[in-house]
């Protein structure tokens, strides 16, 4: 029951001493990224990474409507196993009889 006691008072002792120097650590990481952040410098770099971000989506744009177009021709034609008279069958309508 002693060592358990002594257990408790330890973890609670490192946990208060721990959540202070975390706090002082968080708030030393936090204030240099403000600073960070605020450079003109890296700012004018963020801008320009937004902008050559902008215009590879629009390229990537671009290129996957051109992709989706062609898709559905060349799907067909790239199935393993099917052959152009089951593709030409498929594509006459059914007929019941009776």
Known sequence: ????????AGA????VLGTKAGRERYEQIKRLSRQVSEN????????VLRAKGGEFAGAARGK??????????????????RHK???DAE?????YPG
């Open 12 to 15: 609670a002792l490192g946990y």
């Open 1 to 8: 029951m002693k060592s358990r006691t002594m257990f408790m």
């Open 85 to 87: 008279a089951e593709a």
């Open 91 to 95: 594509d006459e309508p059914t007929v």
């Open 64 to 81: 996957a409507g051109e992709m989706a177009s062609t898709a559905k021709e060349k799907v067909p034609q790239q199935m393993p196993g």
């Open 40 to 47: 003109p410098n890296v700012q004018e770099a963020a801008g």
